[in-house]
């Protein structure tokens, strides 16, 4: 049974850095896409980004375009998500989550589409 754990989450001020990690454990990642969503209080949850098990990732949203930057660490059984210059309305609980459909090759921007949940850690902005 895959387990995930996010964590490096915390307060940073506005144009600040923050790199979060999704570390798995019961079984390797190889064949996983890994997605990153989040949610703010009162909003509904959004996907943010994905990697596929052979590496290749984007981000859904254009507001992070060219701040978010996923990674994975196969051998570490660690996903990463290196978020800079953050903004206010980064503010949110981060989630990692986790599909095997067709060997992880294969990235959705819709968590019901993804059956392995990281508790999430929460990522404050504000000055």
């Known amino acids: 049974q895959l387990q995930l754990v996010e964590s490096g989450g915390g307060l940073v001020q506005p144009g600040g850095s923050l790199k979060l990690s999704c570390s798995a454990s019961?079984?390797?990642?190889?064949?996983?896409?890994i997605g990153w969503f989040r949610q703010a209080p009162g909003r509904e949850r959004e996907g943010v980004s994905c990697i596929a098990s052979e590496g290749t990732s984007l981000n859904y949203l254009d507001s992070v375009k060219g701040r978010f930057t996923v990674s994975r660490d196969n051998a570490k059984k660690t996903v990463y998500l290196q978020m800079n210059n953050l903004k206010p309305e980064d503010t949110a609980v981060y989630y990692c989550?986790?599909?095997?459909?067709?060997?992880?090759?294969?990235?959705?921007?819709?968590?019901?589409?993804?059956?392995?949940w990281g508790q999430g850690t929460q990522v404050t902005v504000s000055s």
């Open positions: 989550a986790a599909h095997n459909r067709f060997v992880g090759y294969v990235c959705y921007d819709s968590g019901n589409n993804y059956d392995y």
């Open positions: 019961g079984v390797t990642l190889d064949n996983y896409a």
